[in-house]
């Protein structure tokens, strides 16, 4: 079996294989309905709230901390609502804290 060694950049690996062309698009998808809801969130907390997987018709958001995700759960109802009128089909948002480790 002759193999060729040879760089191929990440968008082309992507388009060769199904399964990492379908991660593209879900995490294309996700940074499309973060972009689609950030006027929404208040400005201090947008640095805080980050796009995350898409698992069917729930949409997660990764939060820097406790008290941004308090605020955020409280902006849930809108959210949800607003991506319903832009065309996306979500039935919930979860919420997921990461917790930074010190290096």
Excluded: F, Y
């Amino acid at each position: 079996m002759n193999r060729r060694n040879h760089a191929v950049t990440l968008l082309q690996a992507s388009q060769d294989s199904p399964t990492l062309a379908r991660l593209t698009a879900l995490s294309d998808d996700s940074v499309a309905r973060l972009k689609a809801i950030h006027s929404l969130i208040p400005a201090p907390l947008r640095p805080a709230v980050k796009a995350g997987p898409i698992d069917g018709l729930v949409w997660c958001l990764l939060l820097d901390n406790n008290a941004a995700a308090a605020k955020i759960r409280q902006l849930l109802p809108a959210l949800e609502s607003h991506l319903r009128s832009k065309g996306w089909e979500v039935t919930s948002i979860r919420l997921k804290v990461q917790i930074s480790r010190g290096t």
